[in-house]
């Protein structure tokens, strides 16, 4: 169980969730409010988030009610043999694959394009969840051609690309992204599909109202001095964070802001990965540095100081 201990009476500070440490665009909060208080209702068929989206990705986008959905249409579309997926990775791909009736295939992440074969659906979270693993595009688009020759396709899922900065494979390689955790509003369901997409995926009503308005108003160049504004911060806060950490327990290199260690802190909510086949570990995500302080504390005690 990780999440939602904020609803608590006396809240466990909580670092299972691995949504943005600096919290929503400064705007969000009130457009947000602003679209319940008018009662804001899509104009069929259009999604004007979509516009600023695609502003923002420079490329199409469809938007979705959440990557798990845009993921969920996208590999219901294909009517994939089997789901091939690397492992450790998001848990989420297993019960959509379950959903669909398709077995599930652990491989290693060096080997799936001699794992997959016709008809089957590899999905690639780039960067991955929980190891922050990241492969550059070039990589990605090889590895897509690798799995065409024999058959397969693969979906990347991106929804943490803005964390790191890098390159979307998009539209080269269908991809699936969430919003949701760059603008720490995971609740609220803002995914998409990037790319030409098939009339399969443009069922009406993808996206929320409130999403939509929101999304909107806010703009894509406020997107961008979001993600700037994340990068910078976690590129000073999570290395000192696994540092410290890595004094007095096994921690995972990452190259977002959270990361996997041996160990399961008492006080404070992480994310065990026992699920995953990581039994002893955790995911945490750093959030404030006076919050961190507490994490380091709860892990290693009177290690550190």
């Keep these: 169980m990780h999440g939602g201990s904020s609803w608590l009476d006396k809240p466990i500070p909580d670092f299972s969730d691995n949504s943005n440490p600096l919290g929503p665009p400064p705007q969000l909060p009130a457009l947000v409010r602003e679209a319940v208080e008018r009662g804001v209702y899509l104009k069929f068929p259009a999604n004007a988030a979509e516009e600023v989206l695609a502003q923002y990705e420079g490329v199409d986008v469809v938007a979705f009610n959440g990557a798990t959905e845009a993921l969920t249409a996208v590999l219901a579309s294909h009517r994939p043999r089997r789901v091939v997926v690397p492992w450790p990775t998001y848990s989420d791909y297993e019960r959509i694959a379950s959903l669909l009736g398709a077995p599930l295939i652990r491989a290693e992440l060096g080997g799936l394009a001699s794992v997959a074969g016709p008809r089957d659906v590899v999905v690639l979270a780039n960067p991955n969840n ?14 897509a051609r690798a799995l065409r020759a024999r058959g397969a396709t693969l979906v990347v899922d991106e929804s943490f690309i803005d964390f790191v900065g890098g390159e979307t494979a998009a539209p080269d390689v269908p991809v699936i992204k969430s919003y949701g955790k760059l603008l720490a509003v995971p ?66 290199r990452t190259r ?26 955790s995911r945490a995500s750093i959030k404030s540095r006076e919050l961190d302080e507490i994490l380091i504390r709860a892990v290693c005690g009177d290690a550190v100081g």
């Design 130 to 143: 929980p190891t922050g693993e990241y492969m550059p595009r070039d990589a990605v688009l090889e590895l």
């Design 256 to 281: 977002l802001h959270f990361f996997v260690m041996r160990a399961r802190p008492v006080g404070v909510k992480v994310r065990p990965l026992d699920d995953l086949g990581l039994p002893g570990y």
């Design 187 to 252: 609740g609220l369901r803002i995914g998409a599909y990037l790319g030409e997409a098939p009339p399969a995926l443009r069922a009406p009503w993808r996206l929320n109202s409130i999403a939509d308005y929101a999304i909107y108003h806010m703009g894509a160049e406020a997107l961008r001095a979001h993600a700037v504004a994340t990068r910078t911060y976690i590129a000073e806060e999570a290395p000192r964070v696994v540092e410290a950490l890595a004094k007095c327990v096994e921690v995972w």
